[in-house]
């Protein structure tokens, strides 16, 4: 499958978004162990990402890496890490990728506890919409959200995006939304 973004795409998208709030920059190597305590080791957080379950940290590093660092060296863009301007504090990530096994690119993040209901995700998925719509030119953005992650399912329809389909994904129910330029 060739996964290549638009035709008049030659540059890959910036490493660095400043928003209000937010600092969004692609992740190096030295951020994966703070980056999955506080992602893959949180039950919380883990109940409302594919998997479900807190994970071991070999296997988070793994995930992480293969996420945050190696989407980007393949296609030159992917998900960065969510950094608060007040504290410089690593508060998840957000960013786009190739949904699995597609040519659809989605949006997703992911945020430690303490940073739920802030609005940092709608803010940090907004300027990825931007991003993607601009800098790489999409036609199209998705998201999958698990039907029962609420707070997911209202950052999803403040940024304007429509449900349009209930899929399998990984073994679980997911519901697909998108958004068109």
Not at 95 to 106: C, F, S
Not at 135 to 149: K, M, S
């Amino acid at each position: 499958m060739d996964l290549s973004i638009s035709p008049g795409h030659s540059h890959p998208m910036q490493t660095r978004i400043e928003t209000t709030r937010l600092i969004l920059r692609r992740a190096t190597e030295a951020d994966l162990a703070s980056y999955c305590q506080r992602i893959y080791g949180d039950p919380e957080v883990m109940r409302t990402l594919p998997g479900g379950k807190v994970l071991a940290m070999l296997e988070a590093h793994s995930r992480a890496s293969s996420n945050l660092i190696d989407h980007w060296e393949q296609y030159g863009f992917g998900p960065w890490l969510l950094v608060a301007k007040q504290n410089e504090r690593l508060l998840g990530h957000c960013g786009l990728r190739y949904w699995p096994e597609t040519q659809d690119v989605e949006v997703l993040y992911a945020l430690e506890r303490p940073a739920w209901g802030r609005g940092y995700a709608t803010e940090a998925a907004a300027a990825s919409l931007s991003a993607g719509f601009g800098q790489l030119g999409l036609e199209r953005i998705i998201a999958g959200v698990l039907p029962t992650n609420r707070a997911s399912i209202r950052v999803l329809q403040k940024l304007g995006m429509q449900k349009w389909e209930e899929r399998e994904f990984a073994g679980l129910h997911v519901v697909m939304y998108e958004i068109m330029k």
